[in-house]
């Protein structure tokens, strides 16, 4: 994108002072008359860059003047290309903007900025998962965003009703490989959260929208995280664990997991078992708070309360009856 290339012709002239018509078609792999467009467009739009004729001559900016882009301090490059390199991992054109990037960089920053931008990759599947790849849809959608453009979408709710929509796209969300677009409908007011995985078609139209004044795709996402967990979390039980097993469980658990009192309690009948620290969890349901427990019933023990433990016996005969 032409913007691109100037932000990188900016970049060029600040770390080298001069840069060629010549030099920077090769930096950014386009024509020299292509360059040459790109270094008088910046000059038209008021970047303070003139071109000096003859030997030795080039582009510079007007008496060493700098951008905002120019200046990045060494830790701010070393954090910047640390947010870069796992996002362009999987895509050649996010990586040829790094390498271009990285050459604009004055030269004692470039050897730790590549090194941080190698630093990490995503693998976004656990253990034992299947790797999650990244629906068709994304990119289009992104173009969407980013033209600003409405689209028709033909969208599967969770009720499994289809029908197509027109949406204003405002943003995507990537949690834990699963895709979320936030838009705003034609026929109600306020965003909407879809799933990417729940559109089987797209189109994109001609009509340009306004985003909201002051819309922030992360803190509408925050709202919408807080909304969605505690829907989640909406019955808790009081469990007593065992001691060792703790760690475990509030794995299991995460945010729905909470230690009420770690006085360490003898089990009830007196024995000399592991003993226990109470805790409370919690799911969108008794069934469903129910069903979590089932797998760690030897090392817990719910004493509240009584739908929760009426539902693990349910449970219990449940499997009894299926392989006693």
């Known amino acids: 994108m032409r913007s691109m ?29 292509t360059a040459r467009r790109d270094l008088e467009a910046l000059s038209t739009a008021g970047v303070p860059v003139y071109p000096q004729p003859g030997r030795g001559g080039g582009w510079s900016l007007v008496g060493g003047a700098r951008t905002d882009l120019s200046g990045l301090t060494a830790a701010e490059a070393h954090e910047l290309f640390l947010l870069l390199g796992p996002g362009s991992a999987d895509s050649e054109l996010a990586r040829s903007a790094v390498r271009k990037l990285l050459r604009a960089l004055p030269g004692t920053f470039q ?110 996402w925050r709202e919408v995280v807080d909304r969605i967990e ?7 039980a009081t469990v007593l664990v065992d001691r060792s097993r703790l760690s475990a469980i509030r794995s299991h658990f995460g945010r729905y997991f909470r230690v009420v009192d ?39 023990e719910v004493i509240g309360p009584a739908p929760v433990r009426h539902e693990l016996a349910a449970i219990g005969e449940e499997l009894a009856a299926r392989y006693g």
């Open 5 to 33: 290339r100037m932000i990188t012709a900016l970049l060029l002239m600040q770390s080298r002072g001069r840069i060629t018509a010549a030099e920077l078609a090769v930096e950014l792999e386009v024509s020299v008359a």
């Open 111 to 220: 050897a730790d900025a590549e090194a941080a931008a190698a630093a990490v990759r995503t693998d976004a599947a656990s253990w034992g998962d299947l790797d999650r790849e990244r629906p068709a849809l994304v990119g289009p959608l992104q173009q969407a965003i980013i033209d600003r453009h409405k689209i028709i979408i033909d969208y599967r709710s969770r009720t499994g009703s289809p029908g197509p929509r027109t949406v204003a796209p405002l943003g995507m969300i990537d949690k834990d490989g699963r895709w979320y677009l936030i838009a705003t409908p034609d026929d109600a007011g306020g965003s909407r959260t879809y799933r990417v995985d729940r559109i089987a078609d797209l189109t994109e139209t001609e009509e340009i929208f306004q985003r909201p004044q002051g819309f922030d795709l992360v803190a509408n």
């Open 230 to 236: 505690s829907e989640r979390g909406r019955v808790s």
């Open 262 to 300: 770690d006085r360490l309690r003898a089990p009830a009948d007196h024995d000399h078992g592991p003993e226990r620290v109470t805790v409370t969890v919690a799911a969108q349901s008794v069934r469903a708070v129910a069903e979590q427990l089932a797998g760690w019933t030897a090392v817990s």
